[in-house]
């Protein structure tokens, strides 16, 4: 007999919404998290669909009592400055999800472990699972080290890999497939003290153009910090030099707005830098495993979609896990839908950030000639992609720019 029902590796979004709700159904969770909460993490900005997770999660207050900055746009501004009619959430969304936050990542993920652990999760930090156990082909738990070295066996009906970019079953398998196009390179750091815009538009995510498509984000956070990056091709940012603080200097002078509003911020803290980020597991789940997260995919920074997607999936996965464990089929196949679900979604915003990249594609453009789609558009902005038809938007974009043939993967892996 199994030791637990599920065990889930990572303690991040991901991990934390599947072991809270599994928590939830009477279900005996463990989760394995290899750092000690709260440690830094990249991608602040929520998108306003995460409500609909945290509703659920029941977290809504924890969230606002935390005083995070409230996001109520997106805007786009190119190199001269000129800014985009900001996509005001509310214009398209009567609900209070049409405000969501600009959160600090070391304090939400622990608010959701938290949660996770109150709802009757077992959690043990400091730990890390270093490989899974098979019986036959089928995966049965898992080998974990703890912070001293010490390493024991573990066993569930159901392993959920919620590593984050490690990717530990993915990478395992070899499952792990490149975004073809998107081979880009991200620098960030933070900013303390930095020019905030007034009223409603203080908390918007802004996207600043720099050449050859790369990228500025601006994201103003809590207690006066702002988290800024460059997004852009390797070759683009290492063109004169590889120092990440050189490149950043440099390219804040290629962008008017932004350089207007972080020359009188002070930089803090480190440069961070990673590459290859783009990727997709070739499968969904193998017997007595799925993949959730980034542990599964990330597509890109620009829509701030990689919590989100990390919430759905963690939602989306409970509740297969729970039909399975009921049934007491915990084979690949069983998490079919929930692949190809998650996939539609991928698939809906990945062919909005290939037409982001293209130089004769702008959303300016895009609404001047279909004024009628900007609701669908904010649709994908939101994470509002359930039960909706974008065709007729995915066919405007296709008469601008060329869209993405769709990615073969993300089925379960015995299908």
Known sequence: MSEYDTIIIGGGPAGSTAGALLAEKGRKVLILEKEKFPRYHVGESLMPFCYFTFERLGILDMLNERAYTNKHSVQFVTKDGKMSAPFYFFQHLDHPAATTWQVKRSEFDELMLDNARSKGAEVREETQVIDFIYEGERVVG??????????????????????????????????????PMLNKIAIWTLFKGAKRDPGLDEGATT???????????????????????????????????RDPAAIFKREIENNVWIKDHLSCGEQFGEYWVTGEYSYRSEHCAADGVVLIGDAFAFLDPVFSSGVFLALKSGEMAADAIDASLASGDVSASAFNAYGEELCSAIETMRSLVYAFYDNDF?????????????????????????DKDFEPLMKAVGEITKLPERLPYGRAASA
Request: hydrophobic content about 35%; some cysteine; aromatic content about 10%.
């Open 207 to 241: 996207v600043a153009y720099l050449d050859n498509r790369g990228w500025f984000w601006n994201i103003p956070m809590k207690d006066d910090i702002v988290s800024s990056g460059i997004v852009a091709e390797r070759d683009y940012l290492y063109k004169d030099t």
């Open 362 to 386: 702008s959303f300016g453009k895009l609404i001047r000639k279909n004024g009628d789609l900007r609701g669908t558009l904010t649709d994908c902005l939101i994470g509002d992609l359930a």
């Open 142 to 179: 898992v080998t974990a080290k703890t912070k001293g070295g010490e390493s024991y066996e573990l066993r569930a009906s159901v392993t959920v890999d919620a590593s984050g970019r490690d990717a530990l079953f993915q990478s395992k398998r070899r499952w792990r497939k490149r975004d």
